[in-house]
């Protein structure tokens, strides 16, 4: 990964001694990064190690021993020298001579003092180095014959040097060039002995305690030549995870009781670095990742059946509990819900009382906890609701001031039989996305928008004859929509396929498709309510439910991400309910 490496603030030096301090600070792009690892490796022996901790400001410190003693050869002083060939037609090398390590930059310009290419070549050690220039531009254009100027500068000092480009021609007229002889310098300053010192390799790693979590970040070849100030840009840890979701296993319990649980893991697109949240006995399920990617909230069932709140606080890889604290009451399982600022939105109900649950909204540290008057099905970004009561659709917001009737949906079902439900809302338009059916016949469904603006119905699509499809889905930017369809005219292949819908050329693409059953036989099929697009809408993650005969575990859901571009899927693990994380694009 690339780190920002502000190197080397000279402070002192001895030149008989070989212990130079390095100091700096470790910080992700917003915060300092507390109580992280920084080790130094000499590179010439690797045994030798040197390890300091960040304190709460993110600042350390450390002494290091390098293996090198001082060398006679080395540059005694800053030195810029004639390039070669000289003139040149194609390319030609620049050599200068560094006394001390510094920040190196060479600008040439042509006869009038114009810049014509620049080499940025960064922190370079101390020694001997070239550069080489092909007669080009910097828009990579050849530059015409003449004479040019190049300009070595390392912030304090600058040297140049007059060459010629002949470009491929025998003869050449050099015209003068008043002030600047063929090896005149510019300005310079009298170099001081110096001690070659050492080569690390620097890896910034977590401990127990670091906040937040951190990718491991590992620099090669930092030169230590006096005491050097070093500073760390790195990567949050919860960035390596694209999913969280709840994984399967089926677990005996009590000797004769079994029953099925689930625990919280994070994991990448490829399922290859799995992190478990939790893995308690009985059930944690519907995790929701926070706007903000900061927490992961999920509920979880105990041993009396009573369902709590958690958070896992994902900079901090820790877990906060006892959110609703009472024991009277239990959390309202898989109705938790996030507001566009990053506030809790659940339900809860007092064991001991028959009637329904109620509805609140909190801040992640249980502040500001409130009763809410309505079930709220979707929150808009300015925090103005759509609520849904059956089929009945209510605008209102989050201080229930506003309490506006939308329509009953049901006045659109032709049969007795039929139903609608709502499966997203598009706040760029105030559209409702609705899927009606009649689970009683094999008659085509239908998939349409109502306009909450206009109170209009409009159809998007009917589907095939003989297919059913299912819970309709937004991608990420409003634009096209994934649908589970099901072939239920075909009893002997029962094919299962996912297919996205381009709301505006109406173009439909399948994505996956098989039988309903598997190479071994058993019973396959598409998981109708585990759906979810990637933030940049580049995957869809879904699972595959495969029926186990005689088992308690009734089907093992396969949970599978597809590449849109490509088709190409990859399975991740055995779960469902997936969330993406919100910060992390692919």
Known sequence: MKATIPLLLAITFSVHSQTFTVKGKVSTSTEPVRYASITFVDDNDTSRKFIALTDTSGNYQLDVLTSVEPHDNLPTKF??????????????????????QRHVRITIYDILGREVRTFNVGMQAIGSHTVSWDGKNSLGNKVATGVYLYRLHTGTETQAIKMIYS??????????????????????????????????????????????????????????????????????????????????????????????????????????????????????????????GNYIAFTHQDTLGVYHLYLYDTRNDSLITNLIPSPLDTVESGLVMWTPDSRLIYGKKNLHEPVPGSWYIMNVDGSNNRQLSYCPSYVYPDNYNV???????????????????????????????????????????????LAFDDPSTVLPNMIAKYSMNERRLDTIMVSDSGWKCYNPTFTNDFKKIEMSEVHIADTVNYTNRISVLDLQSHDKTILVEFPHKDESGKIQFIDMNTFAFSPDDKYLAYSRDVVQPALMVWWISYLTVVELSTKHTTQIDIGIDMQWNPQRLH
């Not at 994991?267 to 290859?272: D, E, F, R, S």
Request: hydrophobic fraction near 30%.
């Open 79 to 100: 030195e810029l020298e004639q390039n070669y060939p000289n003139p040149f037609s194609s390319a030609t090398t620049i050599p200068y001579k560094l006394n001390q």
């Open 167 to 292: 470009g491929g021609n025998a003869t050449i007229n050099v015209p003068n060039f008043v002030g600047v002889s063929s090896n005149m310098e510019v300005s310079r300053k009298e170099g001081v002995p110096q001690i070659a010192g050492g080569t690390f390799t620097v890896r910034v790693t977590n401990t127990s305690n670091t906040r937040p979590k951190i990718l491991l970040t590992e620099l090669s070849n930092i030169v230590v030549q006096r005491d050097t100030t070093l500073n760390l840009l790195v990567q949050e840890g919860i960035m390596a995870y694209s999913l969280c979701y709840q994984r399967q296993d089926s677990i005996s319990y009590g000797g004769t009781d079994h029953y099925l649980a689930w625990s919280i893991h994070l994991n990448n697109i490829t399922g290859t670095n799995s992190k478990t949240i939790i893995n308690w006995p009985r059930h944690s399920e519907n995790p929701r990742w926070s706007p903000d």
């Open 387 to 433: 609520l849904c009561l059956g089929r009945s659709v209510y605008h209102s917001n989050l201080d229930g001031s506003v309490y506006e009737f939308i329509v009953d949906l049901t006045q659109f079902v032709s049969t007795p039989n039929g139903g609608v439900n709502i499966c997203g809302v598009d706040p760029n338009s105030n559209e409702l996305l």
